[in-house]
Every structure is written in structure tokens, then in C-alpha cells.
């Protein structure tokens, strides 16, 4: 039983271009999450999904920042023309969604040069 | 706004005693409490929680204890052992998702 899978692990990007990142929940799993880590800070809360919906966006920078969980597929979270404050350790987590704990990933580390 | 605050950023203790690591909230909606342990370069993985109709809870080595009247909990961690150093994070639970605190780094002394 695979937990929770993004990919990549490390991603970089120069300023200007898109970064995606990538969250396979864990089987069974409809609710996934991301959060941001900047160095030396804790886990901040950007959205949650929902197959085919955004439930909360309540942690989303207005501007570049998108996500999505379909149908089919993954959950992405895209960032467009990626500043070099977007550096950061990006978690997915996900839950069934009948109780509090979440499963993490081991997060895509993104580094904008 | 810091919703949920781990006001010690570092601990180290012996091997053999007693961590205690705490947690304020400020968010009386919060109804669940959880502690998650993190190692570098992987992401945070569960460690033990606790309902707000609860006062304590305990795991083998791990209890966490919250005072709802003073919005604080805490982790302790007996005996500690050299594979507890680790980044603890607090997190609280309101509106269908978690609220981490800045966490605390934890470092067991052989």
C-alpha cells in the first residue's frame, strides 16, 4: 500500500517559468491537501481538494498559483512565472476524509535560480 | 495572525529523560489536536492526537496532555531515546484542515 507520492523530489526553475508538482494520494484517499514550508517556518496551509473540486483556497497566493485534482490523475499544483520566494518544500497530504489525520509525502523541494 | 505557536524553537535533552515540548492555540473552534514528528528531506508523519473532550492521551512512550481553559497542550516523551531528534510540529483542527505551529527541534544527547 503506496502512502502518499509526489514527484518530482527536487525541482528547479529559473525565474520566469512554470513549476508543477505533482501529489498521488494514498489509495482510497478523496481529500488532499498542500502546504508551503519556507526555511525556517512551519507548515502553511495553501488549499484543499476534493476530486474535481477546490473546497478551500483560503491559503493560495492570489496571483500564479493554481491546483487542481481530477477526475483522473493526480493532484497538480502549478505555479506560474515562479519568483525566487516560491523557494520552498512543498507537502501533499491526504486523508479518506472521516477523520483528522492526514497522510504526507515526502515533498518537492523547489528551488527558483 | 499565529493561530497555533511552539514558542521554543530548539530543546536538546539526555538520553533517558523527560521531553516536553508545548503548544499555545489561540482558536477556541479548534476541536483536535495533533503532534507530528519530521525528519530532514521527508515529510511530517503522525505521531499521536488528541480530542478537545479529552485531557490526556498515551502511545507507549509519547502522551500529550491539553488544558482547553489555558488553550495549551504539551508532548512529552519518556523515556527519550537518540531517534526522537526530530522537528515536532503541533497542529489544530478546524474547517476541514490543520493548522501547524513553526515546530520545535528536538535533539536527544547520547
Known amino acids: 500500500n503506496a502512502g502518499v507520492m509526489q514527484n518530482p523530489r527536487h525541482l528547479v526553475r529559473r525565474r520566469g517559468q512554470e513549476a508543477r508538482l505533482r501529489c498521488s494520494p494514498m489509495?482510497?484517499?478523496?481529500?488532499v491537501y498542500w502546504y508551503r514550508q519556507l526555511p525556517e517556518e512551519g507548515l502553511k496551509f495553501m488549499v484543499y481538494?476534493?476530486?474535481?473540486?477546490?473546497?478551500?483556497e483560503s491559503g493560495m497566493p492570489k496571483e500564479r498559483f493554481s491546483a487542481e485534482f481530477p477526475k483522473e490523475g493526480p493532484s497538480i499544483l502549478r505555479i506560474q512565472q515562479v519568483v525566487r520566494g516560491d523557494s520552498a518544500a512543498y507537502f501533499c497530504?491526504?486523508?479518506?476524509?472521516?477523520?483528522?489525520?492526514?497522510?504526507f509525502g515526502s515533498g518537492t523541494r523547489l528551488t527558483v535560480v | 495572525d499565529q493561530q497555533v505557536k511552539q514558542n521554543s524553537p530548539s530543546l536538546s535533552v539526555q538520553e533517558g529523560r523527560i521531553s516536553i515540548l508545548n503548544c499555545d492555540y489561540t482558536?477556541?473552534?479548534?476541536?483536535?489536536f495533533l503532534w507530528y514528528k519530521k525528519y530532514p528531506a521527508e515529510g511530517p508523519t503522525f505521531l499521536i492526537s488528541?480530542?478537545?473532550?479529552?485531557d490526556k492521551n498515551e502511545d507507549g512512550r509519547f502522551t500529550v496532555f491539553l488544558n482547553k481553559s489555558a488553550k495549551h497542550l504539551s508532548l512529552h516523551i519518556v523515556p527519550s531515546q537518540p531517534g526522537d531528534s526530530a522537528v515536532y510540529f503541533c497542529?489544530?483542527?478546524?474547517?476541514?484542515?490543520?493548522?501547524f505551529g513553526t515546530g520545535t527541534r528536538l535533539t536527544i544527547i547520547p
Open positions: 488528541i480530542s478537545s473532550i479529552k
Open positions: 497542529a489544530a483542527s478546524g474547517n476541514e484542515k490543520l493548522t
Open positions: 481538494l476534493q476530486k474535481e473540486n477546490i473546497i478551500d
Open positions: 497530504a491526504s486523508s479518506p476524509g472521516d477523520d483528522y489525520g492526514y497522510t
Open positions: 489509495k482510497g484517499h478523496s481529500h
Open positions: 482558536n477556541s473552534m479548534f476541536d483536535y
